[in-house]
């Protein structure tokens, strides 16, 4: 009799056991392991030099200076390749500037400056361009795509990428700056 007795609690341990593991191993594969998309954003924004080209105002240049981020909330580091932003004033590239190729740490932000070169003189015909430069307002749009892989635990390695698009909103005569991201 107390044989199979101390069997039955020898079986119910082992039972116990089995289902804690089960629990620890599925809540580490739903948490740990789930791999996301890292967000790319643009932290700030100034300006420099903003300069008129025509005396009627019809183009506009300057130097937009930002601080780019990339925010891994990963476990693994992310790698990413070179990568490019790119500017646009109504849907037409106004500015460009490389991203060089990197690594986000585990769980961090990383930030670093890209400084972009913006000139709207090859739109110089657009008449919205010359009423949103008269205006004082002048609205940009940004595109990024940063391509790469989650490396976990030096063993599994996920491709993941992670896009920016932002609206820029410039005050041409205080040299505001409203920016929204999604």
Request: aromatic fraction near 6%.
């Amino acid at each position: 009799m107390e044989g199979k007795r101390s069997s039955r609690k020898c079986l119910a341990y082992v039972a116990i056991f089995v289902v804690f593991q089960t629990a620890v191993i599925l809540v580490f594969a739903l948490t740990v392991m789930k791999i996301k998309s890292p967000k790319v954003r643009f932290g700030s924004i100034t300006i420099d030099n903003i300069s008129s080209t025509n005396t009627n105002s019809t183009s506009v240049s300057m130097r937009l200076n930002t601080q780019f981020t990339v925010k891994n909330t990963n476990f693994g580091h992310f790698k990413y390749d070179n990568s490019t932003v790119t500017v646009m004033y109504g849907g037409m590239a106004v500015g460009e500037a490389a991203i060089p190729s990197g690594r986000a740490k585990a769980r961090q932000t990383k930030r670093f400056d890209i400084a972009l070169d913006i000139s709207t003189a090859h739109l110089s015909g657009n008449t919205n361009l010359a009423n949103d430069i008269n205006s004082g307002i002048l609205t940009l749009t940004s595109q990024s795509k940063l391509s790469g892989k989650v490396h976990l635990m030096k063993v599994i390695k996920k491709k993941k990428s992670g896009e920016m698009s932002c609206t820029i909103a410039i005050n041409l005569t205080n040299k505001g700056v409203g920016l929204k991201c999604k």
